[in-house]
């Protein structure tokens, strides 16, 4: 066995980045689930468990093998799961759907498909609609009001109301419609057949809102990826450069593509869209069975009776601090302290854990909560730290065969990704933006930085001009998780679980391998992970990765070794160092003291509609996950191209007027007029080689009549008689280009000595009025 700080080599390259430092790391990854007991840290190149939506996803295979009979204990998750607050919203619009055609929720009359449809009742369609609500509601819309993108998109003539209603009935329908199968592309017209003709504008804008968005029609399947290789001519085109080759990077840029932006790369579940990847990609999932059996430090089984008092007491406690917060919110706000020194007062007020044993139950919670966070109890915000709870996703956890890297793999499939470009700075302007990355000079319209927010707190200069609103938010910390993992020759702890876990009489190292996840089941290999929180995941990184594969083995026999099993000697082990990782500097976001959920969102603010933030941190519904990273980059490719759009109606309405205030100037007598030639002299000089202004009208052969272009140039006085002497305009067409070497532009084109001759002309004109 040869301990190692490089990963396997099943995880390396997919999510190598080279955000802004010299050498990529391929170790590097991302993440899901925060707020439940089994989250994914950001960085780590194994599988971890995801939350899978059931009715988005499709219900998880069951495992293989059933636990044997034991005092085991199901470790509470603590979700929220928000069933009560749906309305009966099918009870507002009955007459969206015709009866006869197919229903909603995955076409729920698939069986008598070929057969006469019954007419369905309105109780059916109450169903169906309040299904289609809680599908939407998984996916992370209200219930019954509009998202912040929504009212800035302009789905709906006005807020509120019964249009409101409709769209989001119709909205809701889309997207269950979609997730029902998620491998073929949804198109506005199987919409249709199932929505009353006079709804059409509301299909158009909540689909056209749900694509260009990233809700629908996103992924991986050949059919999507065929429809998304079709560029739409209609789409504005710019430039965008894509700092990071994360989740949200990779992301960002699919869809940006397929919004027919050009783009650069520079490297450095419930309603969860990596469910509908796996199930694009065909991939089985595996429920993480929620059982975690606890043992002492010297090995023994923690009594069942025992182990549900501290962990009710441990709730109890929480549940004191949420009450007291929301007594003393305002005072909160402006004086803020840590969730451990709360937590910490209330425990000694109440007695809670004061025996050994109940308190090395009380740590082993503790440091699960540490894991959660990526961080210390004494980091973390007693206002603020759950303030993603009520947008958790429910649904089981599920690990994914292989590792989540497969999943990266497959979005980053067929992308140019450039390596050993690292960023050292970013630059922008009105005039666009500039990279400087290995050397080298990058430009573009705009950036997309997706680095980590460990990064931007080290690395301030790679976005040296953020504004002091932007910078102050990097007070969210970036914690760190580490893990230890370990290949052996054969399964010894067995196959009926999938956790377990260990507890310490050192409070202080009361992370140290706290809990172990089982990977037998879908490594193809016995694969176990350690995992190393808190306190002890800092004092981890100073450890050698031999010390640290040592301690996890002798932790692993004290353990097994009194039951008669023997741990064998591991054939491969690796260690992280995410905290040292200088693509990384840590796992994932967390809410610290003095910090608020307003912080994510000011993170992912753009700079000056050139500088847009996408990852983790910048998603304040699902922070330090991977469907967050993903998420976000969805989102910020929809409002790059919300700014391309705008900024092309700027221009095209500033060239209008430029070039209708120039053509008027022609439409007062012209000084020369001959075919589809006009030209106006400088009224300052009588110079036969002075410069005047050439205007050249062309119309293609699909125009309508008097629908004109005008392309301008400058030439000189005496050039200008001499093309009007020709008497055909192709004639003097080929003069102009071939022997006076006169380059015709739009009106935005010109050079500035033609704008200096049209400020005299106009002022001339003007005199003479």
Known sequence: MEPTESPPESATAVAAVADNNATPDPAVSLSVSKSSSEPMDI???????????????????????????????????????????????????????????????????????????????????????????????????????????????????????????????????????????????????????????????????????????????????????????????????????????????????????????????????????????????GFPLHKVRDICPLYLPNGR????????????????????????????????????????????????????????????????????????????????????????????????????????ERLIRALAEDLPIFYDRPVESVRYGSDGVMVYAGGQEYQSDMVLCTVPLGVLKKEQSICADLPQRKKMRLRLGFGLLNKVAILFPYDFWGGEI?????????????????????????????????LVAGEAAVKFEKMSPIESVNRVLEILKGIFSPKGIAVPDPLQAVCTRWGQDQFSYGSYSYVAIGASGDDYDILAENVADRVFFAGEATNRQYPATMHGAFLSGMREAAHIMRVARKSVAKMNNTVNHESNDVNRLFENNPDLAFGVFSVLYDPQSTDMEANALLRVAVRSENSEVGDFIYLY????????????????????????????????????????????????????KSAST
């Open 43 to 281: 960085n780590d190149s194994t599988t971890e468990p995801m939350e899978i939506n059931d009715f988005a996803s499709g219900p998880a295979p069951e495992p293989q093998s059933q636990p044997e009979p034991q005092p085991r204990k199901k470790r509470r998750r603590r979700k929220k799961i928000f069933t009560d607050m749906i309305s009966s919203t099918a009870s507002r619009l009955r007459a969206l759907r015709p009866h006869s055609k197919p229903s909603a929720a995955g076409d729920l009359d698939d069986s008598i498909s070929g057969h006469q449809r019954k007419r369905r009742g309105s109780a059916d369609l109450s169903k169906e609609v309040d299904i289609e609500a809680l599908i939407a509601i998984s996916v992370g819309f209200p219930v019954d009001s509009l998202t912040e993108e929504e009212i800035e998109a302009n789905v709906v003539s006005q807020i509120g109301g019964t249009e409101q209603a409709n769209y989001i009935i119709v909205r809701n329908h889309i997207l269950s419609r979609w997730r029902s199968n998620v491998s073929v592309w949804l198109t506005k017209d199987h919409v249709l057949e199932s929505i009353r003709a006079e709804h059409k504008s509301l299909v158009n804008s909540a689909y056209h809102f749900l694509l260009h968005h990233g809700y629908i029609n996103f992924g991986v399947a050949p059919a999507i990826k065929e429809v998304k290789t079709k560029v739409f001519d209609e789409m504005p085109k710019g430039s965008v450069i894509v700092i990071g080759a994360g989740l949200s990077g990779v992301v960002a840029a699919r869809q940006l593509i397929f919004l027919a932006l050009r783009w650069e790369r520079v490297n450095g579940i419930n309603g969860n869209p990596l469910g509908v990847l796996a199930r694009q990609l």
């Open 301 to 404: 089984m923690v009594n069942s009776d025992v182990d549900s008092k501290v962990e009710v007491s441990f709730n109890k406690l929480l549940d004191r601090v949420c009450k007291l917060r929301q007594g003393i919110m305002e005072e909160i706000r402006s004086v803020d302290i840590s969730l451990g020194t709360s937590l910490e007062a209330f425990r000694r007020v109440y007695k809670v854990a004061e025996e050994p044993l109940e308190r090395m139950l009380l740590d082993w919670h503790l440091a699960n909560l540490e894991y959660a966070n990526a961080t210390l109890m004494s980091n973390l915000s007693m206002a603020f730290w759950d303030q993603d709870d009520p947008y958790e996703m429910g649904g089981d956890h599920c690990f994914i065969p292989g590792g989540n």
């Open 713 to 764: 140039g400058l030439i000189q006085k005496k050039q200008a008689i001499e093309l009007s002497d020709l008497e055909e305009d192709v004639k003097r067409a080929e003069m102009l280009s071939e022997r006076f070497r006169v380059r015709l532009v739009g009106r935005n084109g010109l050079c500035d000595a033609a704008e200096s001759l049209i400020s005299r002309i106009r002022l001339g």
């Open 498 to 530: 999938d956790t377990f876990g260990h507890l310490t009489d050192d409070p202080n190292m009361r992370g140290e391998f706290f809990l172990f996840y089982s990977y037998s089941s879908v490594a193809g290999g016995p694969l176990l992970i350690a």
